[in-house]
């Protein structure tokens, strides 16, 4: 496929076909969504863009900027689901372009077609991109980073052309001109507003680690200039002109109470120890990835090993430099976030760029013919190379043949895949959603998806294969983020239990046992009362008339027997965690008056 104008079309198409479809649709899950939409209409009514509260409280967990970005989407969408989440949508649509571009100038056309592809249609883009949370206007500022640093740095492969005198593997200086460092800076700036120090730390961490393996400085003045090229200081102004104000403020607002609950409990306590019980060994972000990475991650070995080959081989081959700094990006991420205490799976999302361009040189490889799997530089005499690194040697297998197999593998993986949706989908629909057991019949997709690009590899037709396989990702990835997860959630948590009220909601005095679900503060738009025991709830109820209170379902004995006359349960939800949310008040019809003292 030559190089077209057209290929940003097609992943932005992809893209927004994943991200947008009834992206309203599905209620605000987990903690994060809820609280983030919480805390985003709290400073909208308050008319208040510096200090972030949620429920009341000062909330220290997040910087601003996806509440500021939010209360755009709710001036856009209206104060609901699609409101809080547009914004966030539009960004990862970006990231998806950005993904796209950077690999068209670092490996060619079709490795930036294929890994925008992958971008936009893997697993946790759906999830993350579609998600109310800070993640995706992270994932835009840092791949705007790296961008930036490809188009400013001469990091770029010329298009995928061969340089005519491959350059002294000592002589490959990096430098960033002044406009360039400001603006990585500026964008380092807003990342650092989306989600803390990290999005300025880390991408800075990638390019230096990038300009000391293209330089290998040996004395002191080789460090010191392989630092200055990259003009850290024109870099980290700018990020503070950009994000510095608003840090300043918050300080000043909150007498340091901010700054200090973020940079120290929710970044270093974070790094030190688990939180919220979310902890992981060494192989949990391997895991993430081949996961998140789904569908595409069916070829995540053989990309990297193909990756590992390539910067192995003789310094004459023209993806040496882009490859290293997708590995450099890799490792500064997955690396960082792998040695810290808690680990959640959204926290090496900018990393999956530097994932999709090589994938797409993988697969845009593999159609091309130019695809091996030698190790070329092993250092044999000494240290002989495992065969399971140096499976093929010369004339042991024909480098088609072997490529050949390697992707008929990923079919099979992709078939069985296909299966387990068909079987696991009506399985946890019966417990969790009774009536749709049909949203088996999405296991279909990458089960023909799977035939489809085997006989397009029998054919000798690869492209056929791989549109086939960009296909079936687009709609399998659109379909389960938007109607299967809607279907799974629709009757289920806050968002059915208020929906119940039927226009009862209204002037209400809200109370929780124990813990307040985020999503209750979002759905009732109101301030909770937090309840420590079941008294608590009785002398809520008598207090006010118009009192409703939200009981975990397995207290539910618990707190029913403690309830004054004329009120009971209004209300009920189930939620994934197959127990009930119920909602007390005062029952319709009844007249008695509530003695405070009862």
Known sequence: MPESRFHGWVVASAAACVLLVRLGGPPLWDDDEPKNAACSLAMLDADDWVVPTFNGRLRIEKPPLVNWLQMAGFALCGRNEAGARITSAVLTIGSCLLTWRTGSLLLGPLAGLWGGLAMATCVWTAVGGRAATPDGPLLFFTTLTLYLFVSGSGGRADGGRRPQRPPHPHSEGITLDRWSAACIGAASGAATL?????????????????????????????????????????????????????????????????????????????????????????????????????????????????????????????????????????????????????????????????????????????????????????????????????????????????????????????????????????????????????????????????????????????????????????????????????????????????????????????????????????????RIETLATAADVAAHLRRHPRARVVVDGRQETLVTAALPPGCGVLARAPTLDRHDVLLLGRLPGCDTPLAVND
């Open 194 to 526: 989306a989600k803390g120090p990290v999005g300025l730390v880390l991408p800075t961490l990638a390019f230096l680690l990038f300009a000391i393996w293209s330089t290998r400085p040996r004395t002191a003045d080789d460090w010191r200039r392989t630092i200055t090229r990259l003009r850290p200081l024109t870099i980290g102004l700018a990020a503070a002109a950009v994000a510095g104000p608003w840090y300043a403020w918050v300080a000043l607002r909150t007498d340091g109470a901010w700054l200090h609950g973020f940079l120290v409990v929710h970044n270093v306590g974070r790094f030190v120890a688990p939180m919220e019980g979310h902890s992981g060994s060494l192989l949990y972000y391997p895991a993430v990835l081949a996961i998140g990475l789904f569908p595409w991650s069916i070829v995540l070995a053989a990309t990297v090993a193909h990756a590992a080959c390539i910067l192995r081989s003789p310094a004459g081959d023209d993806r040496h430099r882009p490859l290293r700094l997708l590995a450099c990006w890799a490792v500064a991420w997955v690396g960082c976030f792998s040695c810290a205490g808690t680990k959640l799976p959204g926290y090496i999302w900018p990393a999956y760029p530097a994932f999709a361009i090589a994938t797409g040189l993988f697969l845009a490889d593999w159609a091309d013919g130019r695809l091996t799997f030698a190790w070329p530089r092993w250092p044999a005499r000494a240290y002989p190379a495992p065969t399971w690194l140096h499976p093929f040697p010369p004339g042991a297998a024909p480098p088609r043949r072997v490529a050949g197999t390697v992707m008929r593998i990923a079919w099979s993986i992709l078939a069985l895949a296909g299966v387990g949706l068909a079987i696991g989908l009506p399985t946890a629909a019966g417990r969790l959603a009774p009536g749709a057991e049909w949203l088996g019949c999405l296991g279909l997709i990458p089960l023909l998806t799977a035939a489809l690009a085997w006989q397009g590899q029998s054919a000798g037709l690869p492209q056929r294969s791989l549109t086939a396989l960009a296909v079936g990702a687009c709609l399998l990835v659109s379909l389960m983020a938007s109607v299967a997860a809607e279907a799974f959630s629709a009757a289920q948590g806050s968002r059915a239990l208020v929906r119940q009220l039927a226009g009862r909601g209204g002037d209400c005095q809200w109370a929780c046992l124990w813990n307040v679900p985020p999503s209750l503060v979002f759905y009732t738009n109101a």
